[in-house]
């Protein structure tokens, strides 16, 4: 299957401080998607890219969709508690519709 | 907004027993799908549904089956339960109207314990 290496696999920040978390593929992509888990729920979606280059933001976060199309990054700044959670990557291969999945970067926020 | 419905919330299941896991949505997406969820191992396709009518084999569909007899229904059975299917199992749909811009949403999750 897809390989998609996501990383940090955890963060300890301090309330205020930017968040930088990447995931990279072994192949190419059409689409990634940024989710954040919260315990005993499921994945909500954040952010949603479609082409390579795009920068989307969505409040406090920032997403791109890597030129390479095998790489993208998501960026939270400003941390507040309530962004502690499990963030996910997940990548579309093209052609197909299902989505592979980064294994997670743990955050945790300090007030 | 009721989305996407799993049940049950939790279980757990002595091994050897049959068991399903029920999702039903109420967006009317094409496409349906199952995964599991593990430590430390993200987020593993089961099976997937592209269509009422049609399924597929995902990264992991060993020990399961579905079928999807219709648009909103996307049953998960495990016809005899091993400990090594305790996870959290998760029903996704995605609305497939253009492949350019998919997007797939969660349920919220059947814990399963296989004791």
């Known amino acids: 299957g897809q390989q998609l290496n996501q990383s940090p696999q955890s963060m300890f920040i301090q309330e205020g401080e930017d968040v930088s978390m990447n995931c990279t593929s072994s192949?190419?992509?059409?689409?990634w998607l940024w989710y954040k888990q919260d315990p005993g729920e499921g994945p909500v979606l954040l952010i949603a890219l479609y082409k390579a280059g795009e920068l989307t933001s969505n409040g406090r976060l920032t997403a791109q969709f890597g030129i390479t199309r095998k790489d993208s990054f998501l960026n939270i700044s400003a941390s507040i508690p309530s962004d502690v959670g499990i963030y996910f990557c997940?990548?579309?291969?093209?052609?197909?519709?299902?989505?592979?999945f980064g294994t997670g970067t743990r955050l945790t926020v300090i007030p | 907004i009721a989305g996407i419905t799993q049940a049950p919330t939790s279980q757990i299941l002595a091994a050897g027993r049959r068991m399903t896991l029920r999702c039903t949505q109420d967006m009317r997406h094409n496409a349906m799908y199952w995964y599991r969820q593990d430590l430390g191992l993200g987020l593993r396709l089961i099976h997937y549904s592209n269509t009422a009518g049609t399924t597929g084999k995902g990264e992991v569909p060993d020990g399961y089956s579905v079928s999807r007899a219709n648009t909103d229904d996307f049953p998960l059975t495990l016809a005899s339960a091993v400990p090594s299917q305790t996870s959290v199992y998760f029903c996704a749909s995605n609305t497939m109207a253009s492949e350019i811009r998919n997007t797939i949403y969660f349920g919220e999750g059947s814990w399963l314990t296989v004791v």
């Open positions: 192949s190419i992509f059409n689409t």
């Open positions: 997940a990548g579309q291969p093209a052609g197909a519709n299902n989505l592979f």
